[in-house]
């Protein structure tokens, strides 16, 4: 059973840093791209970050500058580093995996993020 763990949500301030981690328990060899999401209330879920295995990063123009994606393959760990946070980057952020020997994804439970004005 594939399980995805993050962590590191909280409420912050505008301008304020938040970190974000999502640990996956999986076989090393079988873990894939692993993406963070979020969705705010009311809105669709939308793509933030994504990191390949080989590094190669990806990032919406929303984020990009203020938000960093890294990843510790050891532990199977992906981190999102966010700054310079906007109040418009309150929702709940989610971390998907996808699996290499299986080709499905999976998505952790959330973790929230709250910023103020």
């Known amino acids: 059973q594939v399980q995805l763990v993050e962590s590191g949500g909280g409420s912050e301030q505008a301008g304020g840093s938040l970190r974000l981690s999502c640990a996956a328990s999986?076989?090393?060899?079988?873990?894939?791209?692993m993406s963070w999401y979020r969705q705010a209330p009311g809105k669709e879920r939308e793509f933030v970050s994504v990191?390949?295995?080989?590094?190669?990063?990806k990032y919406a123009d929303s984020v990009k500058g203020r938000f960093t994606i890294s990843q510790d393959n050891a532990k199977n760990t992906v981190y999102l580093q966010m700054n310079s946070l906007k109040p418009e980057d309150t929702a709940m952020y989610y971390c998907?995996?996808?699996?290499?020997?299986?080709?499905?994804?999976?998505w952790g439970q959330g973790t929230q993020v709250t910023v103020s004005s």
């Open positions: 999986i076989y090393t060899r079988c873990r894939g791209d």
């Open positions: 998907k995996m996808r699996s290499t020997c299986s080709g499905r994804d999976f």
């Open positions: 990191i390949g295995r080989d590094g190669i990063t």
